[in-house]
T-cell receptor, first 113, second 112 residues
Framework: GAGVSQSPSNKVTEKGKDVELRCDPI?????LYWYRQSLGQGLEFLIY????????KSGLPSDRFSAERTGGSVSTLTIQRTQQEDSAVYLC???????????FGDGTRLSIL | QKEVEQDPGPLSVPEGAIVSLNCTYS??????FMWYRQYSRKGPELLMY????GNKEDGRFTAQVDKSSKYISLFIRDSQPSDSATYLC????????????FGQGTTLQVKP
């Protein structure tokens, strides 16, 4: 597709379960970012990928959060042993160069019961 | 203190009004400035991207950057009901990674 694609668009799960969120960036974009948007906290950076490497993971809130990127394209954000405070919208963005504007997907709305 | 401050509003204006949205930032090293528009249940959509101080115009939208005051603005002329959305200012928080630091977002409602 032409834009950043994220799946699923909505995810409801029980506390303690693991979840995987997927991001398909714009074709050819080498830089990929994950952000989290929650009420009261706004939109916060989680992790940055350049190719398949993640030189900046400084925004990951705990070791329950991890992410990988394969083939310089698709990225997966995994949250283990989910907690209620993990409920948020998880947004992915990509760009052809880290100095250029980032283009966002519509996010995955995660609800932890 | 947050690195980027933005009044969350909400801001309500009549159709046709000029809208002024503003942000301040704390770090003079920030060099790239952006405005995104976000509709409900959608991802942020880039509106304006600027580097230097001064004005940048695109249709009904004008972005203004004042680096001496660490102040960025977005003006919307002839506002339309379709402009009703949340507007987010953002800066590049790191030249090495390009990660963005966002303001809290201002919710705008344009009433017909």
């Amino acid at each position: 597709g032409a834009g950043v694609s994220q799946s699923p668009s909505n995810k409801v799960t029980e506390k303690g379960k693991d979840v995987e969120l997927r991001c398909d960036p714009i074709s050819g974009h080498t830089a990929l970012y994950w952000y989290r948007q929650s009420l009261g906290q706004g939109l916060e950076f989680l992790i940055y990928f350049q190719g398949n490497s993640a030189p900046d993971k400084s925004g990951l809130p705990s070791d329950r959060f991890s992410a990988e990127r394969t083939g310089g394209s698709v990225s997966t954000l995994t949250i283990q042993r989910t907690q209620q405070e993990d409920s948020a919208v998880y947004l992915c963005a990509s760009t052809g160069d880290r100095g250029q504007p980032q283009h966002f997907g519509d996010g995955t709305r995660l609800s932890i019961l | 203190q947050k690195e980027v401050e933005q009044d969350p509003g909400p801001l309500s204006v009549p159709e046709g009004a000029i809208v002024s949205l503003n942000c301040t930032y704390s770090n003079s090293a920030f060099q790239y400035f952006m405005w995104y528009r976000q509709y409900s249940r959608k991802g942020p959509e880039l509106l304006m991207y600027t580097y230097s101080s001064g004005n940048k115009e695109d249709g009904r939208f004008t972005a203004q950057v004042d680096k001496s005051s660490k102040y960025i603005s977005l003006f919307i002329r002839d506002s339309q009901p379709s402009d009703s959305a949340t507007y987010l200012c953002a800066v590049h928080g790191s030249s090495n990674t390009g990660k963005l630091i966002f303001g809290q977002g201002t919710t705008l409602q344009v009433k017909p």
